[in-house]
């Protein structure tokens, strides 16, 4: 009984003694499995993806009796009759089917106590796989607080295999749990296995729960007092705008000056490398790309782990099961389910925290449909952009009825943002169901609890961290390769004397800079592309700019037109002219063409860590060039519907 | 509605054949308590295989709980715990009259 066990080890696995052993974790999607493996792993667990499909796969370690063991924390779900390709892994890992996956040495099924009627059909289809199996029964304490009983000693019996009371939020049993893996080779086995026939399953679980003197937990009073609210339908329907529009302000509120903080922090960094290395090159290298990089990244940081935390609070209580539930109906217009909703809805501040939200949907298609519609809506880097161009557009004092005619143009790009990812999403699942069975929809709601702080930390922690590692090296090379676009060639001072520039005057350097860059060619190069648009090569500087972040439009744009303060560059963009062409002379932000930018940003994939999480959570480069190529013709597409129409209006 | 219904043990299997008050799970109002008969394959066999799996076995009694606001999906209270179903999943599912 000790982890030195090699005698009492069976037959035909003997080729695991010299590896690590693997145990894998079973279970329905709220039965606390995930809990139970970050009591075991700590927060030493991997994330990755199953080759090929767009299944998140956590893999994690644990130390016991001097010895190391492998867990695996597989896909939930409520049977072993896949209907998901999701599902089809569990069963394919569980088989050892899975190329580069090894089968599992044991396995750890968890159980809540709470739903242990329903649950035993399933640990049945489990136990007859025939590896060495343990149960792991949850929310014990919550069954007792509920007046339900179970013995867990005799549900061991009753099942033949080890069965343990694990509390995990609380880490209650997780030693014990822990000594017990050591012993996985001597785990009794079931005499009789349960039978096979779903007809009999439910026969053999009442013999077993009655073996176990099982008395069923009462409904949860809260739970039903508070759904009587939340779930009604018109009461409930409030109150879910409500809590929408607290998450929204808390992002906002909240995030906004934290991110004012990180870009305060890096001007002032590069501000530093500006007065100490006066080598003109190396301190714009130093200081706009490198430092303006790992900005970059940082500065999406307060954000996102806001809207973790929110997520994974909402998430923990269980109200995101009722969001859903609440919105399933709307969803189902666009092809999708309930849960897509939350998806969609984070995307309003952040693609990357939507994109990240979907692995909370069973079906694959809804996936791939969900994360083609995220980066539509309209996400706070766009905003920037947008008050810029409405500016130029609208004059602030027009009203319309009550209205300012900026807030409505605003409320229309928000609009059609929503509209089209709706109609993207429609679009990609009718595509993916063609290909694929089309899953059944249901839901478990699962009682109000208390989450864990711990678990929700964890939960907010591993989101973000990954996007970080994901994310940081596509930005950085993004920053980094723009800037040198930008910058390149380099400009000697005699240079700019030549050409007239004063090499003092920072405004006009930069400006002289800029229209001379690298960049600045490749503006004029795709000039015959977006000239239909009604942009200028200095305008498609600025869009170019705007791939690692939108916002960065802006600022770019001002230093093409040697604005004074780039950040607000609106007066020179208003007076810019075409300096050479057919339209020369004329001015370059006429409506048609603030039209035509503000709807081209509307569709535009410009967001390199959107494409970088994309290919995380797929697994594979097919889905973010996917979507880069739809995004962009459709960007180009509307944008010029929009000139035109603007045009025909007299604009 | 009928009193054939009355008479039909829960837990029959049998009564799917004997009884015709059987009704589909979308049809029942909330706060209805029936048991279930059968579940198709109408929609498609795995369909019905997980159906079954998340509780909506022969003999097990379910209670509609309540409706979303737009009357889809509903939730339904089986096996000690609540799971929604939108209309066409719970078409699937036969049921008669319970008792209590």
């Known amino acids: 009984m000790s982890a030195d066990c090699h005698d009492t080890g069976d037959s035909g696995t003997g080729a695991v003694l010299t590896d690590v052993p693997r145990v894998a974790l079973v279970g329905s999607p709220n039965a606390g499995k995930t809990s139970v493996f970050n009591s075991l792993t700590g927060l030493k667990a991997k994330t990755g993806n199953y080759p090929g499909v767009t299944v998140a796969r956590f893999v994690g370690t644990f130390r016991v009796g001097g010895r190391g063991y492998v867990v695996e924390d597989l896909p939930g779900t409520y049977s072993l009759e896949p209907i998901s390709p999701d599902e089809q892994i569990t069963v394919d890992v569980l088989d050892g089917r899975l190329e580069n996956v090894p089968r599992p040495d044991a396995l750890l099924v968890v159980v809540d106590a709470t739903t242990l009627r329903r649950s035993l059909g399933f640990v049945a289809q489990v136990l007859a796989r025939g590896l060495p199996t343990c149960v792991v029964v949850t929310f014990t304490d919550e069954l007792t607080r509920r007046q339900g009983h179970l013995d867990v000693e005799a549900l061991g019996q009753a099942l033949g295999v080890p069965v343990l009371p694990v509390v995990g939020h609380r880490g209650h049993g997780i030693g014990e749990l822990r000594e017990r893996l050591a012993e996985w080779r001597s785990w009794p086995r079931p005499v009789l296995p349960p039978p096979a026939d779903p007809d009999e399953s439910d026969a053999w679980a009442e013999s077993v729960l009655a073996f176990a003197g099982y008395r069923s937990a009462e409904r949860h009073r809260v739970t039903q007092r508070v759904d009587a609210v939340l779930l009604h339908p018109v009461l409930g329907t409030a109150v879910f705008f409500v809590v929408m529009l607290l998450f929204f302000q808390t ?17 002032w960094l590069s501000g530093l490398v500006a007065a100490h290395v006066h080598v003109a090159w190396l301190s714009g290298l130093l200081g706009d790309a490198v430092i303006g990089g790992v900005g970059g990244v940082l500065v999406f940081v307060p954000q996102i782990v806001l809207l973790f935390l929110l997520i994974a609070l909402l998430e923990g209580v269980g109200y995101m099961s009722r969001a859903a539930f609440l919105m399933d109906r709307v969803m189902a217009r666009a092809g999708l389910e309930g849960r897509a909703f939350v998806a969609l809805l984070s995307s309003f501040a952040c693609a990357i925290p939507g994109i990240m939200a979907t692995r909370t949907l069973p079906s694959a298609n809804d996936r791939v449909a969900t994360m083609m519609a995220a980066p539509l809506m309209t996400c706070s880097a766009r905003l920037p952009v947008y008050v810029l161009l409405i500016g130029l557009l609208v004059d602030p004092s027009v009203k319309v009825g009550p209205f300012g005619a900026q807030g409505l143009v605003m409320f229309g790009m928000y609009l059609l943002g929503a509209v089209s990812a709706m109609l993207a999403a429609w679009a990609f699942k009718r595509l993916g169901d063609r290909r694929g069975l089309v899953m059944p929809f249901y839901m478990e709601m699962p009682p109000y609890r208390l989450p864990a702080p711990r678990s929700v930390l964890v939960a907010m922690w591993d989101s973000s961290r990954s996007f970080i590692r994901k994310c940081s090296t596509i930005i950085m090379v993004t920053t980094v390769g723009l800037w040198l676009l930008l910058n390149l060639p380099l400009q000697s001072a005699a240079q700019m004397r030549a050409a007239g520039v004063d090499p003092g005057d920072a405004t006009a350097v930069s400006s002289y800079v800029v229209d001379h860059s690298y960049a600045a060619d490749l503006g004029r190069l795709v000039a015959p592309v977006f000239d239909p648009l009604g942009f200028d090569w200095r305008v498609n500087v600025g869009v170019l700019s705007a791939q690692s972040a939108r916002e960065t439009f802006v600022a770019t744009l001002g230093q093409v037109a040697a604005a004074e303060d780039p950040e607000h560059p609106a007066q020179v963009l208003r007076s810019m002219t075409y300096p050479d062409g057919p339209r020369a002379g004329q001015r370059v932000f006429t409506a048609p063409t603030i039209a035509a930018l503000l709807v081209y940003f509307a569709y535009a994939l410009q967001c390199m860590a959107t494409v970088g999480i994309m290919r995380r959570e797929t697994g594979t480069w097919k889905w973010p060039a996917v979507a880069f190529t739809y995004l962009t013709a459709t960007a180009w597409v509307m944008a010029y519907l929009a000139r035109t129409i603007t045009t025909m209006l007299g604009g | ?80 715990y609540e799971v929604c179903l939108r209309r066409a999943q719970a078409a699937c599912v036969y049921t008669v009259r319970a008792d209590g």
């Open chain 2, 1 to 80: 509605m009928t009193t054939v219904d009355d008479l039909v043990e829960p837990g029959d299997r049998l009564s799917a054949v004997r009884c015709d008050g059987e009704r589909p799970l979308a049809d029942l109002a909330p706060g209805a308590r029936a048991t279930v008969t059968r579940v198709t394959t109408a929609g498609s066999p795995a369909t019905a295989r997980r159906l079954r799996d998340l509780g909506f076995t022969p003999g097990t009694v379910v209670q509609v709980v309540r409706r979303a606001p737009l009357r889809d999906p509903v939730v339904y209270l089986v096996k000690d």
């Open chain 1, 251 to 267: 992002v906002f509120t909240l995030a906004a000056p934290l991110q004012g903080y990180v870009e305060a922090f890096f001007g």
